[in-house]
T-cell receptor
Framework: ETGVTQTPRHLVMGMTNKKSLKCEQH?????MYWYKQSAKKPLELMFV???????ENNSVPSRFSPECPNSSHLFLHLHTLQPEDSALYLC?????????????FGSGTRLTVV | DQQVKQNSPSLSVQEGRISILNCDYT??????FLWYKKYPAEGPTFLIS?????DKNEDGRFTVFLNKSAKHLSLHIVPSQPGDSAVYFC????????????FGKGTKLSVKP
């Protein structure tokens, strides 16, 4: 257990469904991130929150909607996804900037869109 | 365009021998580099890092070498152990130890007993 918890671990959803991914950390970090890992591609940064404010949105389609209600929790709301959105979604947290140890990652949510 | 490249998708090594994983980068603003290790069904975990003011950093069996002129870094694992079998991601960031991490595609290392 890394201190960053993601739920659910696996999710299968239809293209018309609405679902949410949850990430929680109690490491005292105040920056949180969503990454997407697709097969044979680099980890792609999706969103960055620092002190609960979104500071980066890497041209992510609007069918992905992040929410950071406090520095310990991060959500990714999903609606009308496409099959190509199937991937491993990783949450990470850090102190502002990355420090010497980079980010602490959760175990990810394996998403399958059918 | 990929800024961090790991051109070998996989590497197979015999137990006890040296594993060398390579990473190239294109952005000359990158000045802090990290290696992460990922087992199946787990998130990446930090392994070792290096600042651009150094050309080598060692931690036990793991050593990272940085060649700034070639924009190349490598991770050496010696001796390799079966438990080292995992996917290794190279990551880089500009602006000292601040900034977001940019990752490579990863190299899957298999260490055979």
């Amino acid at each position: 257990e890394t201190g960053v918890t993601q739920t659910p671990r696996h999710l299968v959803m239809g293209m018309t469904n609405k679902k949410s991914l949850k990430c929680e950390q109690h490491l005292g970090h105040n920056a949180m991130y969503w990454y997407k890992q697709s097969a044979k591609k680099p980890l792609e940064l999706m969103f960055v929150y620092s002190l609960e404010e979104r500071v980066e949105n890497n041209s992510v389609p609007s069918r992905f909607s992040p929410e950071c209600p406090n520095s310990s929790h991060l959500f990714l709301h999903l609606h009308t996804l496409q099959p190509e959105d199937s991937a491993l979604y990783l949450c990470a947290s850090s102190h502002p900037g990355i420090g010497s140890y980079g980010y602490t990652f959760g175990s990810g949510t394996r998403l399958t869109v059918v | 365009d990929q800024q961090v490249k790991q051109n070998s998708p996989s590497l197979s090594v015999q137990e006890g021998r040296i594993s060398i994983l390579n990473c190239d980068y294109t952005n000359s603003m990158f000045d802090y580099f990290l290696w992460y290790k990922k087992y199946p069904a787990e998130g990446p975990t930090f392994l070792i890092s290096i600042s651009s003011i150094k050309d080598k950093n060692e931690d036990g069996r793991f050593t990272v070498f940085l060649n700034k002129s070639a924009k190349h870094l490598s991770l050496h694992i010696v001796p390799s152990q079966p438990g080292d079998s995992a996917v290794y991601f190279c990551a880089a960031t500009p602006g000292g130890s601040q900034g977001n991490l940019i990752f490579g595609k990863g190299t899957k290392l298999s260490v055979k007993p």
